[in-house]
Each structure stands twice: as C-alpha cells, then as structure tokens.
C-alpha cells in the first residue's frame, strides 16, 4: 500500500484546512486509516483513525469537535477536515495504514504498516 498525503499549508489562528490521503495498491487489504502529527522537538500524537468502512472512528481529546475524518472509498482516499485550527496544531501530519483485521481502532503507531510521507501544516498566531 502506497499513501500520498496532500493538503498542508500555513494558516491563521481559526481557519480551516482539509488534508487528503490517497491510497494505492493493495487498498483492499486496508483495515483502518490514522493520521497522525509532530511538532517540532516533540514526540509523534495520534490525531484520529477511520476504519476503511467508515463504520467507526476515533479521535484524540485534542482535536474533538474540530476535526473530522472521513473516506471516499471510490476514490481510495482519507481526508481530515481541520476547522478552529489553533498554533498548537502545527506540524507535520502524516496518514498511516493498518492492513491487520484486529477489529479494533488503534492509537498507536507500531499498529500501522505503512506511512505517507507528510504535509506540514503551520498555523500563525
């Protein structure tokens, strides 16, 4: 599976941006989508996870009611809607697969095997 993650960008405080993850290859081994950030001189955090169907999804406490997850599975692409961004949200945001059927949605990076490469997104106080 192959990932390509779009989307990144400066912003001000309290604007949006939407972030794309397209997937190739072996899609249909796919279990669950994640993305994931890190910020300059900090460890890596979980931001939100989808399952490939859309039936679940899960998020972190710190971007609860601003960001959304969602799929296009016709178009073997994730996105993450960011709205009320904050200048703690900048990073580099990176999307991430999980092709292991555990039925569980996974916050932890070890339990994703494979990674796109990373959009920066910055956000100005």
């Known amino acids: 599976v192959q990932l390509q993650a779009s989307g990144g960008g400066l912003v001000q405080a309290g604007g949006s941006l939407r972030l794309s993850c397209a997937a190739s290859?072996?899609?249909?081994?796919?279990?669950?989508m994640g993305w994931f950030r890190q910020a300059p001189g900090k460890e890596g955090e979980f931001v939100t996870a989808i399952t490939w169907s859309g039936s679940s999804t899960i998020y972190a406490d710190s971007v609860k009611g601003r960001f959304t997850i969602s799929r296009d599975n016709a178009k073997n692409t994730v996105y993450l809607q960011m709205n009320s961004l904050k200048p703690e949200d900048t990073a580099v945001y990176y999307c991430a697969a999980d092709v292991t059927w555990s039925r569980i949605l996974s916050t932890k990076p070890p339990s994703y095997d494979y990674w796109g490469q990373g959009t920066q997104v910055t956000v100005s106080s």
């Open positions: 290859g072996r899609t249909g081994n796919v279990y669950a």
